[in-house]
């Protein structure tokens, strides 16, 4: 299934013309999303004003960045209260990964590069200003559908024969940003360039080692501002298949990628900041909507398990795959020298986590598949730790694997975390997990999998995985189910509690008492990515 996608070049706070047009366009075409490749406000103005009362009306899911000039006032006001701007309007945040309810992957990158800052990521979120390590973090993301960024890449024109118009002055491109391009290989680059609408031809990007024979095309489009005076290109419209065919011959005028490749970098930015931020300062607001209705995507700085909240710390994350992604945890329950005679000397604590903003799997999109997708990415991930640690101690280590599925939650995740074959053995993790839900009065485990769960309610849900033997050369999994519903208050922390008194870990059973510094956890995160990197898949 293919998506309709509108583009729009900047809007410049004529928010009542552009979005009447788009309502018209709309009505014929149907299109799934639009997005805004550029400024969409000018200043605090009466557009800003109509905008908030309800007066322009927006017809469709319709997404934005930070361009060149900043934010409103008011509207950096709605995102920081975590309310919604108007229906159908969504902020993607500067420095962003978003997949959308159609599986449309977007990263982006909005502002110009601000050289006074050498190193590190911007925590500005509002300001259009972005630094080189904004775009090195998102390097991260691997891969994109769309990459929309306020800047172009440098030598985008070389080996273009697409001819200028008279007086045509094109922006200078940056080489950052042609990196980025070129580490994700999106299918569409989007920008934009005041009164001048380029497009480039289709440009491939070189084979890999492991995929020898197929070559990815983007498209580089840069659109033309609102009413410019030359009446040069403002919107474009396209249309998305939801996977690329391979096997398609290079589309008509393709060339060589024009955008020059370093070598493989590290996945990530090193220079990073904290992750959560203020945890007890985050308000559960979800929007309306019933059971299984997709929600619009979360505003920057609400969820701490976003790619697209700015204060991600991209020192904790190890791997992104293309539904999923592994970090260690913040203020970890195990530490470097609890399995160290075991060969893992480093807190194997990590967390699984998907990279669609929803509360429980099962409430993720079916559209392309995206909900079986993400299961089958994250037991992957699971299946590769559980692995890691079991080589790494000779199979003297399992793992317990443990997940809150709620539909009032906020991002599900699964907890991994390392335990000694012999407590394992001994039934020691399963009696632990079923006296504690016994004490608290918590309904009876059942031994039983959910799988996605879409034929549950709330529950929670413990893999425990006994490590190979001459048995069992690949290991056995007992996964126990906890059915709830709303009339329990289910504690969050119930996992991390009954592994804390199993382990004698009991003074780290909350992750703010375990707090490290940042170089402990950059110590910590380069330990782990240098064992998991035989398992990592998403090399």
Same mark, same amino acid.
């Given at each position: 299934?293919?998506?309709?996608?509108?583009? &729009? /070049?900047?809007?410049?706070?004529?928010?009542?013309?552009?979005?009447? $047009? @788009?309502? #018209? +366009?709309?009505e014929?075409?149907?299109f799934?999303?639009?997005?805004?490749?550029?400024?969409?406000?000018?200043?605090?103005?009466?557009?800003?004003?109509?905008?908030?009362?309800?007066?322009?009306?927006?017809?469709l899911?319709?997404?934005?960045?930070?361009?060149?000039?900043?934010?409103?006032?008011?509207?950096?006001?709605?995102i920081?209260?975590?309310?919604?701007?108007?229906?159908?309007?969504?902020? &993607? /945040?500067?420095?962003?990964?978003?997949?959308?309810?159609?599986?449309? $992957? @977007?990263? #982006? +990158?909005?502002?110009?590069?601000?050289?006074?800052i050498?190193?590190?990521?911007?925590?500005?979120?509002?300001?259009?200003?972005?630094?080189?390590?904004?775009?090195?973090?998102l390097?991260?993301?691997?891969?994109?559908?769309?990459?929309?960024?306020?800047?172009?890449?440098?030598?985008?024109?070389?080996?273009?024969?697409?001819?200028?118009?008279?007086?045509?002055?094109?922006?200078?491109?940056?080489?950052?940003?042609?990196?980025?391009?070129?580490?994700?290989?999106?299918?569409?680059?989007?920008?934009?360039?005041?009164?001048?609408?380029?497009?480039?031809?289709?440009?491939?990007?070189?084979?890999?080692?492991?995929?020898?024979?197929?070559?990815?095309?983007?498209?580089?489009?840069?659109?033309?501002?609102?009413?410019?005076?030359?009446?040069?290109?403002?919107?474009?419209?396209?249309?998305?298949?939801?996977?690329?065919?391979?096997?398609?011959?290079?589309?008509?005028?393709?060339?060589?990628?024009?955008?020059?490749?370093?070598?493989?970098?590290?996945?990530?930015?090193?220079?990073?900041?904290?992750?959560?931020?203020?945890?007890?300062?985050?308000r559960?607001?979800?929007?309306?909507?019933?059971?299984?209705?997709?929600?619009?995507?979360?505003?920057?700085?609400?969820?701490?398990?976003?790619?697209s909240?700015?204060?991600?710390?991209?020192?904790?994350?190890?791997?992104?795959?293309?539904?999923?992604?592994?970090?260690?945890?913040?203020?970890?329950?195990?530490?470097?020298?609890?399995?160290?005679?075991?060969?893992?000397?480093?807190?194997?604590?990590?967390?699984?986590?998907?990279?669609?903003?929803?509360?429980?799997?099962?409430?993720?999109?079916?559209?392309?598949?995206?909900?079986?997708?993400?299961?089958?990415?994250?037991?992957?991930?699971?299946?590769?730790?559980?692995?890691?640690?079991?080589e790494?101690?000779?199979?003297?280590?399992?793992?317990?694997?443990?997940?809150?599925?709620?539909?009032n939650?906020?991002?599900?995740?699964?907890?991994?975390?390392?335990?000694?074959?012999?407590?394992?053995?001994?039934?020691?993790?399963?009696?632990?997990?079923?006296v504690?839900?016994?004490?608290?009065?918590?309904?009876?485990?059942?031994?039983?999998?959910?799988?996605?769960?879409?034929?549950?309610?709330?529950?929670?849900?413990?893999?425990?995985?006994?490590?190979?033997?001459?048995?069992?050369?690949?290991?056995?999994?007992?996964?126990?189910?906890?059915?709830?519903?709303?009339?329990?208050?289910?504690?969050?922390?119930?996992?991390?509690?009954?592994?804390?008194?199993?382990?004698?870990?009991?003074?780290?059973?909350?992750?703010?008492?375990?707090?490290?510094?940042?170089?402990?956890e950059?110590k910590?995160?380069?330990?782990?990515?240098?064992?998991?990197?035989?398992?990592?898949?998403?090399?």
């Open positions: 299934m293919a998506s309709k996608v509108i583009v &729009l /070049g900047d809007v410049n706070g004529q928010l009542q013309a552009v979005f009447k $047009k @788009i309502s #018209t +366009l709309h014929k075409n149907k799934s999303l639009a997005i805004v490749a550029g400024n969409l406000f000018s200043e605090d103005d009466d557009s800003v004003s109509d905008l908030l009362a309800g007066n322009i009306s927006i017809p899911p319709t997404y934005f960045t930070v361009g060149t000039t900043p934010l409103p006032q008011r509207i950096i006001d709605k920081e209260k975590d309310e919604e701007i108007c229906p159908n309007l969504h902020f &993607l /945040g500067k420095r962003s990964t978003t997949k959308t309810s159609e599986g449309i $992957k @977007i990263v #982006t +990158l909005g502002g110009r590069l601000d050289e006074t050498v190193g590190g990521l911007s925590k500005e979120q509002y300001l259009p200003f972005h630094t080189v390590g904004d775009a090195k973090a390097h991260g993301a691997n891969s994109a559908d769309i990459l929309l960024t306020t800047t172009w890449p440098a030598s985008i024109r070389n080996g273009s024969k697409i001819p200028l118009a008279e007086g045509v002055m094109l922006p200078i491109g940056q080489e950052h940003i042609a990196d980025l391009c070129a580490a994700l290989k999106p299918r569409y680059h989007f920008s934009s360039s005041l009164d001048s609408f380029f497009e480039r031809e289709p440009f491939f990007h070189s084979p890999t080692a492991d995929t020898p024979d197929v070559k990815p095309v983007t498209r580089f489009i840069s659109l033309a501002a609102h009413g410019n005076s030359k009446k040069q290109k403002s919107l474009y419209a396209f249309s998305l298949p939801s996977s690329v065919d391979t096997t398609a011959p290079l589309p008509a005028g393709t060339t060589i990628s024009p955008l020059f490749r370093p070598k493989k970098r590290p996945a990530l930015d090193p220079e990073p900041y904290s992750r959560y931020g203020n945890h007890d300062g985050y559960n607001k979800r929007g309306k909507g019933h059971r299984g209705q997709r929600q619009p995507p979360p505003g920057p700085g609400e969820c701490f398990f976003c790619l909240n700015p204060n991600l710390a991209t020192h904790l994350i190890s791997s992104i795959g293309d539904d999923a992604y592994l970090t260690i945890a913040k203020g970890p329950l195990t530490t470097s020298t609890t399995y160290s005679q075991l060969g893992v000397d480093f807190p194997a604590h990590a967390l699984i986590i998907p990279l669609t903003h929803s509360p429980t799997l099962a409430l993720i999109t079916e559209e392309d598949n995206a909900r079986e997708k993400t299961f089958v990415e994250m037991t992957r991930f699971k299946k590769a730790l559980q692995e890691m640690v079991a790494r101690s000779n199979n003297k280590l399992g793992a317990v694997t443990y997940e809150i599925s709620k539909a939650g906020v991002h599900t995740h699964w907890q991994f975390i390392p335990m000694p074959r012999e407590t394992i053995s001994k039934d020691l993790v399963e009696a632990a997990f079923r504690e839900a016994e004490n608290l009065s918590y309904p009876p485990f059942q031994t039983r999998d959910p799988g996605i769960g879409k034929e549950d309610g709330d529950f929670f849900r413990v893999w425990i995985w006994t490590p190979p033997s001459e048995e069992k050369s690949e290991g056995s999994t007992k996964c126990l189910t906890m059915p709830f519903d709303d009339s329990l208050r289910f504690s969050l922390q119930f996992g991390r509690i009954v592994l804390a008194k199993l382990l004698q870990l009991e003074k780290r059973t909350q992750w703010r008492d375990c707090a490290q510094s940042e170089e402990e950059k910590d995160i380069e330990a782990f990515k240098a064992a998991f990197k035989e398992f990592d898949f998403t090399l």
